[in-house]
Nanobody
Framework: QVQLVESGGGLVQSGGSLRLSCAAS????????MGWYRQAPGKKRELVAIISSDGYTYYADSVKGRFTISRDNAKNTVYLQMNSLKPEDTTVYYC?????????WGQGTQVTVSS
């Protein structure tokens, strides 16, 4: 079982920055992919960024050049540095981790970007 705890969301002005963190805990040895999705009310969950255990990254086109995903394997923690934030980035962000053939989700953290 893996528990994911997110932090770092909040309110920021357009053009500002936020850093999300997601720490995994439990009886885990090595987590495979970790990443972030986001979901606005009434919309499908959208992939934001993924990072593999060996550091391979993938970004949605909408965040390329503005967001950076990273991880600390020793701490089982994944980060999402979000720069040049736009009002359309406003939504709830969910951390996920792939481990033991299962997908685990965090509780979500709200990011609000004011114009």
């Amino acid at each position: 079982q893996v528990q994911l705890v997110e932090s770092g969301g909040g309110l920021v002005q357009s053009g500002g920055s936020l850093r999300l963190s997601c720490a995994a805990s439990g009886s885990i040895f090595s987590i495979n992919n970790m990443g972030w999705y986001r979901q606005a009310p009434g919309k499908k969950r959208e992939l934001v960024a993924i990072i593999s255990s060996d550091g391979y990254t993938y970004y949605a086109d909408s965040v390329k050049g503005r967001f950076t995903i990273s991880r600390d394997n020793a701490k089982n923690t994944v980060y999402l540095q979000m720069n040049s934030l736009k009002p359309e980035d406003t939504t709830v962000y969910y951390c996920y981790a792939a481990y033991g053939g299962l997908i685990y989700w965090g509780q979500g953290t709200q990011v609000t970007v004011s114009s």
